[in-house]
């Protein structure tokens, strides 16, 4: 079954202790992309990466970090974690930009 | 730049009746246009789309025409069910976006009583 997997689907953290949300996805797609969506805004692209090694910012970047060692994971790094930060993030995928996205469950992230 | 504006929620409607989620949207050129849908607890899930004007996206009985001259793309069903209840995004992809993100609306969430 084509999938995007993310987890955890739900995280409580404290400010300042890093976490990673890890996102993987089995239909060999060349572009995966993080969002976070908050209430009123709807979802805002993190980072996306056209490949393995190939990332780039989207637009809302600060706080974040994302790596791309193999196709199949992108992981989402919060390197010091801050409540507004806090937040329902989803993991996508598509093979190439333009072309339909596959979305994750969701990662509900709390920074207190 | 791109953007996305659709209106407010929640729209509450009564099982069978006709539903209009509207989406307006600004990009230049001929930008893509999407539907995505929420449904409680899950990822969004493509519903329908259109890359040209004039162009019907259609499925599950959901439809929305690509309307150029006005630059909307409205969301219609004509008989709701409960099972339709959940949050509905407009979301567009630019020529000129390349590599970059779908850019979505605000979400309109649709609650569908028995």
């Known amino acids: 079954e084509a999938q995007v997997t993310q987890n955890p689907r739900y995280l409580i953290t404290v400010t300042g202790k890093k976490l990673t949300v890890t996102c993987s996805q089995n239909?060999?797609?060349?572009?995966m992309s993080w969002y976070r969506q908050d209430p009123g805004l709807g979802l805002r692209q993190i980072y996306y990466?056209?490949?393995?090694?190939?990332?780039d910012k989207g637009d809302v970047p600060e706080g974040y970090k994302v790596s791309r060692k193999e196709k199949r994971n992108f992981p989402l790094i919060l390197e010091s974690p801050s409540p507004n930060q806090t937040s329902l993030y989803f993991c996508?995928?598509?093979?190439?930009?333009?072309?339909?996205?596959?979305f994750g469950q969701g990662t509900r992230l709390t920074v207190v | 730049g791109n953007s996305v504006t659709q209106m407010e929620g929640p729209v509450t409607l009564s099982e069978e009746a006709f539903l209009t989620i509207n989406c307006t949207y600004t990009?230049?050129?001929?930008?893509?246009l999407f539907w995505y849908v929420q449904y409680p607890g899950e990822g969004l899930q493509l519903l329908l789309k259109?890359?040209?004007?004039?162009d019907k996206g259609s499925n599950k009985g959901f439809e929305a025409t690509y309307r150029k001259e006005t630059t909307s793309f409205h969301l219609e069903k004509g008989s709701v069910q409960v099972s339709d209840s959940a949050v509905y995004f407009c979301?567009?992809?630019?020529?000129?976006?390349?590599?970059?993100?779908?850019?979505f609306g605000s979400g309109t969430r649709l609650q569908v009583q028995p």
């Open positions: 996508a995928s598509s093979l190439r930009p333009r072309e339909k996205a596959f």
């Open positions: 239909m060999n797609h060349e572009y």
């Open positions: 990466s056209m490949n393995v090694e190939v990332t």
């Open positions: 990009a230049t050129g001929y930008p893509s």
């Open positions: 259109a890359t040209k004007a004039d």
């Open positions: 979301a567009l992809r630019g020529e000129d976006t390349g590599r970059r993100a779908l850019t």
